[in-house]
């Protein structure tokens, strides 16, 4: 390919001759193939040649004139041109032809193509892509020109990408999302919500599920962090196998499956290494299910084992729990309240004229009934105190009472006043009178919230009276072989629990009766000797807690036999559930061995 002049057209020698003959073929002066550049190309650009063929005004076709002498004949690029006579005007042929008597030819890329006779030839076959064929021998048409696939030489930041030479230098390489930088770099948008190319760099912006981890651009956002185990929540976040037998990323979490007696209780935080199925299910801090700690007692088979916490205490009477501190009502050199608290047994009050007939707590305060001391005809003297957790300091709620039993629901507090025999109602914090809920005198209380229930001291019948006030209703008897026994009641969400002494059999029956005092009683479980008045019963969501039978005992309370939780060595005195946790009184085989323990359920 060659620039082509206008000096091209025509080039004469010889004495002046005329034109004879039918037609003059070829003769197209002037006309260009840069006509159509676009302003990308650059000053140095090539221009494509034309097409040859027999067209009068296009390459490659022929030129003659035939019997006259003096005759003129001309042709443009891969053409022939030939004149017969004695006297001929030869003309040169154009680019990549040549001229001669007979016809000239053009040879193959890059070489001249043919020699004139007599005449001067320009720039024959000076371009490698406009390759005319050879003419015929009689000054016949040239062959077509080849492809213009070479790109062109753009101006900065353009490319001909296309190798289309008709649109110029199309594709501006800043901002091309399929020519971004260089030709045939496309900018993917896998895991993205859209992308550009700016400043010839793919920039893809993530959505929400996925991330450029390999931190190769021009594929977008390859890596899927909810799924990619390698890449699970951020990139490079992988997935530990420790004590697993696979793992997975499910929604950007590692999820391991876990190998036998391993669990994955820990979650490292973003940016962490995962540390697989971490936890022993056998260690005291993970027994048989993550975050199950023992709180000091041994694991075995997945269950957590009973710890003492405190031990030589004396005599220890009652216990109550407040905020996860275990109060402790205990008879030794003297009577005293106590908290256990880490272990330590810290002395909260004592108490030199009587014996508290009562602890009870909610989540921030434990309860005190002080019997009155006063001597017989004397106005009584006893009142209900409350000690908050963590402070020796008391508020007295009532006095001049003589309580016995005590119930409190959060709310308000309920008590049994042995000076007239009747039951009564006071809300925390007021200085309301009391509300008499009942004439009848309680050996124990307990309360839902909406309903509180008691055991009659005289007829040992279990009956109900609403919160607030209302008819009391005996809630079962069992007959005359029967009566309750137990100074302990225990409610779940629908039952009341008490024990029962049967004189046709001489042993103690943990009846489940319904609240509504309706349908026949459940029996829980049967003592092998009598129980004592003091038998304490607990509850929580799923079961019922109670001593028999030289041991700590639990029961479903939907169905099903009593299970042995631990063994016991002397007289249970205190139970209680709280937070999961089973705490007991054990007065032990003699004074002053008494313990309390802890059993994380």
């Not at 005293?336 to 921030?364: I, T």
């Amino acid at each position: 390919m060659r620039t082509r002049t206008f000096s091209d057209s025509f080039i004469t020698t010889g004495a002046f001759g005329y034109i004879t003959g039918a037609t003059l073929f070829g003769l197209a002066f002037g006309a260009t193939g840069c006509s159509g550049l676009s302003s990308d190309c650059a000053t140095s650009r090539d221009c494509a040649e034309q097409d040859a063929g027999a067209s009068v005004k296009n390459d490659g076709g022929t030129a003659f004139s035939a019997g006259n002498a003096g005759s003129t004949a001309s042709a443009s690029s891969g053409g022939t041109a030939s004149g017969a006579g004695t006297s001929t005007q030869l003309v040169a042929g154009g680019n990549g032809g040549a001229s001669g008597a007979s016809g000239g030819a053009r040879s193959g890329p890059g070489s001249n193509g043919g020699s004139p006779r007599g005449a001067k030839t320009n720039d024959a076959g000076a371009s490698d892509h406009d390759s005319g064929h050879i003419g015929d021998a009689d000054g016949g048409p040239g062959g077509d020109a080849g492809d213009d696939t070479t790109p062109l030489a753009c101006s900065a930041g353009r490319a001909d990408c296309n190798r289309d030479r008709t649109d110029g230098c199309e594709e501006e390489l800043a901002t091309s999302l399929t020519n971004c930088g260089t030709c045939d770099r496309a900018c993917s948008t896998a895991g993205t919500t859209g992308v550009a190319c700016v400043d010839g760099v793919c920039a893809p912006k993530c959505d929400a599920k996925h991330a450029d981890c390999d931190g190769n651009r021009d594929n977008g956002c390859e890596t899927d962090l909810t799924t990619d185990a390698n890449s699970c929540g951020a990139c490079g976040h992988y997935c530990s196998n420790d004590n697993a037998v696979a793992t997975a990323c499910v929604a950007g979490v590692c999820k391991p499956t876990c190998a036998a007696g391993y669990a994955d209780c820990t979650k490292p935080a973003s940016g962490k290494a995962d540390d697989g199925c971490e936890s022993s299910l056998t260690a005291e801090t993970s027994c048989g299910a993550c975050g199950h700690d023992c709180q000091g007692g041994a694991c075995q088979a997945g269950q957590c084992q009973p710890v003492a916490v405190a031990t030589g205490l004396g005599s220890p009477m009652y216990l109550a729990v407040a905020g996860n501190v275990p109060y402790v009502v205990d008879i030794d050199e003297q009577v005293q309240l106590a908290r256990v608290d880490a272990g330590s047994v810290v002395s909260v009050a004592v108490f030199a004229d009587s014996l508290p007939s009562a602890l009870v707590s909610d989540a921030e305060n434990v309860y005190l009934a002080m019997p009155s001391a006063a001597a017989a005809g004397n106005p009584p003297d006893g009142g209900i105190l409350r000690f908050k957790v963590g402070e020796s300091v008391h508020t007295s709620l009532m006095s001049k009472i003589n309580p016995y039993a005590l119930a409190v629901d959060g709310k308000n507090f309920y008590w049994s006043d042995n000076a007239n025999g009747s039951v009564y109602q006071e809300a925390i914090g007021s200085n309301d009178s009391p509300i008499q809920l009942s004439a009848l005198s309680a050996a124990s209380l307990v309360s839902d919230g909406t309903t509180l229930y008691g055991v009659d001291g005289t007829g040992r019948n279990l009956y109900s009276v609403p919160v607030g006030g209302g008819a009391v209703t005996q809630i079962t008897s069992l007959g005359t072989s029967m009566s309750c026994s137990s100074l302990s009641v225990g409610l779940d969400a629908k039952h009341v629990y008490a024990w029962f002494s049967s004189t046709s059999d001489s042993l103690s029956h943990l009846e489940q009766l319904a609240k509504s005092g309706f349908g026949s009683p459940r029996e829980v479980a049967v003592s092998a000797t009598v129980l004592s008045l003091v038998a304490p019963i607990a509850t929580d969501a799923n079961y019922v807690y109670f001593r028999m039978n030289g041991g700590l005992y639990r029961a479903p309370s939907s169905s099903g036999a009593p299970t042995l939780i631990a063994n016991m060595t002397g007289r249970l005195t205190g139970l209680t559930v709280a937070n999961g946790v089973l705490y007991w009184l054990d007065q032990g085989a003699s004074d002053s061995d008494g313990s309390l323990y802890r059993l994380v359920l």
